[in-house]
Every structure is written in C-alpha cells, then in structure tokens.
T-cell receptor, first 114, second 112 residues
C-alpha cells in the first residue's frame, strides 16, 4: 500500500536549471496538492487539483507549473530555479471535500538551489 | 489575510503534563473540517485528529482531544499525559474552497 509517492527525496539544483518533482498516488483520490515548507515554517500551498485536467493556483504559485493528466499523477515543474525556491516540497492527496477529507502526504523532497 | 493562526510558535512542557495548543481560523463556509497534524523530526506529516464543523461534540483520539468553538472560530488541541514521543511540530489546518490551508505551526518540546 504505497499511498503518496514523491521522487526524488533530495536534489541539488543550480540557479537557472529546471526540474520536475514527481508525485503519484494509488488511492484514487480526486484532490491533490503541492506545498512548500521553508525551514521552521508552516506549509504554503503552491498548486492544487480537484481532478484530472483541472488545476488551480494556491498561495505561492510563482515560479512553478503543474499538470494533472491522470488521477494518479501530479508533477510539479520548476522553471529557472532560484535560491528562493530552496525548500522542502510535499505532495498530498485527499479523497473528497466531505467524509474524511484529510490530506495524505508523501515523504517530501528536499530541494536546494545553489 | 491569514486563514489559520497559531499564536504559539514554541512551547515546552514536562513529561506527563497536559498541554494545549491554540488555533484560530477564518472561513465563510458553513460546513468544513479542521485538522491537527504532527510533524516529528522525520518530516513525515501525521494526522492527529479531525473535527467536522457540523458536529458539536469535540473529537478525541486517545490522549488527544480538541476544544472546538465554532462561533469563535477556535480549534485548540489538548495533549494529556504528554510523552517524549509527542515532541514535534504541530500544524492546525482547515479545508476551505477545495484547498487545505495550514497554520505556521507550534514547535512542542516534551522535557524529561
């Protein structure tokens, strides 16, 4: 029972490089989220999706892009990496807005931009 | 505007004591859910407890309970008989407009 799987777990990126953080879930959840967590801080929502083909901006979307072509996958793209994007990135999913709508989290990706 | 506010950045209590973490939130929705998550040093996000706003009864999970005051938009977490393993960051969260929004967290230290 994998849940939410993020790859890679760690990455060092040079300024100006691009990369894609992968996220996949096997729980058939409709809702998926990307958060970033800066040191000692809370989680800030980058992008979210309420289903395949639908994405929307969260609190801090600048410098990022997402796509949701399938229910399972929700990759996060960083274009032209900047030091300000150094953070821990979490992907999460939830089944619905009602019932038990809590988020299930992946293990996180620690990204350093140098 | 801040949607979820945790006013205590850091707290320390002795093992076996009771501690209460505060949280206030803002939403215009009539029904919603509130959550407390625990993040130990491993970085994993762990759901501690959830509360549906329609339910007046406060949620409990073993040593963890909440004090939900809907009119005041307050959602505090009480940890009874605290244990060393409770040392972690604790985040309050609300699901609002298809999003789950988190507070900045409270770092809790349980002292031996």
């Amino acid at each position: 029972n994998a849940g939410v799987t993020q790859t890679p777990k760690f990455r060092i990126l040079k300024i100006g490089q691009s990369m894609t953080l992968q996220c996949t879930q096997d729980m058939n959840h409709n809702y998926m989220y990307w958060y970033r967590q800066d040191p000692g801080m809370g989680l800030k929502l980058i992008y979210y999706s309420v289903g395949a083909g639908i994405t929307d901006k969260g609190e801090v979307p600048n410098g990022y892009n997402v796509s949701r072509s399938t229910t399972e996958d929700f990759p996060l793209r960083l274009e032209l990496a900047a030091p300000s994007q150094t953070s821990v990135y979490f992907c999460a999913s939830s089944p619905t807005r009602t019932g038990y709508p809590e988020a299930f989290f992946g293990q996180g990706t620690r990204l350093t931009v140098v | 505007a801040q949607t979820v506010t945790q006013s205590q950045p850091e707290m320390s209590v002795q093992e076996a004591e009771t501690v209460t973490l505060s949280c206030t939130y803002d939403t215009s929705e009539s029904n919603y859910y509130l959550f407390w998550y625990k993040q130990p040093p491993s970085r994993q996000m762990i759901l501690v407890i959830r509360q549906e706003a329609y339910k007046q009864q406060n949620a409990t999970e073993n040593r963890f309970s909440v004090n939900f005051q809907k009119a005041a938009k307050s959602f505090s977490l009480k940890i009874s008989d605290s244990q060393l393993g409770d040392t972690a960051m604790y985040f309050c969260a609300v699901n609002r407009d298809d999003k789950i929004i988190f507070g900045k967290g409270t770092r809790l230290h349980i002292l031996p």
